[in-house]
């Protein structure tokens, strides 16, 4: 018998912010990085954001690229030893309805898999405290003395997340008309348009664009958005301003 199944990204869906953002915040408090790094190279881009000149995609790809050049040649166990102090510190900050879904889905028998752009040693930890039945990051690549070199194979775009939904749906046997997906980005494009209940979190204008153009996407898609303590339905007509 086929099986049902949920798919979760997790930064800006599940998460309220991106785990890869509050490990680099911690890895500046225990001065594993150096605190100069976020005010010569981050701070401008944070700013912008904040005050809305920006988009938040902007100051996260402009923090990504210093993130990943910084962790070249820190050890494994530095890391990890911060990405716990991360998730135990941040692992029930998410959204309410999300933390309902997931609880829903297991406690319906579903399979929960979580599919994020952040780092996989970040993501293994979320997956843990919620109970995935799977997950998948970011790899980050290691050398042969455990220190970081750089490299990465990416999971937070379209394709990259294409091609592990279709290795988990064929080892899960995964029923696509009864499974459901959950994402915020156009990252999350694939997983939603696949599964028979595509719902979009707090989705940001290009993946509400996107939902719009595609007329078989738009039909099925719930809309959801969380503000202060309201969780708003709604469908892909909904109104851009």
Known sequence: MKKTAAFFD???????????????????????????????????AYDDWEKRYADFE???????????????????????????????????MVYKYSREQIEWHRKMGHEVFFISGSPDFLVSKMAEKYGATEYRGTKYLVDADNCYTGEIIRMWD????????????????????RSYAYGDTKGDLSMLRRMGNPVAINPNKELLLMIK?????????????????????????????
Not at 21 to 40: D, G, M, Q, R, S
Not at 75 to 88: G, Q, S, W
Not at 158 to 176: A, F, G, P
Request: glycine share 4%; net charge negative.
């Open 58 to 92: 902007e100051y996260l790809e402009i923090l990504a690229g210093v993130y990943l050049e910084e962790l070249k040649g820190i050890k494994r166990e530095h890391i990890e030893f911060v990405a716990n102090n991360v998730i135990e510190s941040n692992w029930d």
């Open 158 to 177: 379209s394709t990259s997340k294409k091609k592990v939904l279709d290795e988990i749906i064929d080892k899960y046997q995964v029923d696509l008309v």
């Open 10 to 44: 997790i930064d800006g869906t599940i998460f309220r912010n991106s785990l890869m953002i509050e490990h680099f915040k911690k890895l500046i408090a225990f001065e594993i990085i150096n605190p100069e790094v976020w005010y010569t190279k981050v701070k401008k």
């Open 213 to 241: 153009e595609d007329e078989y996407l738009s039909k099925r898609i719930s809309i959801i958005v969380e503000r202060k303590n309201v969780i708003y339905k709604c469908g892909a007509d909904i109104e851009l301003l």
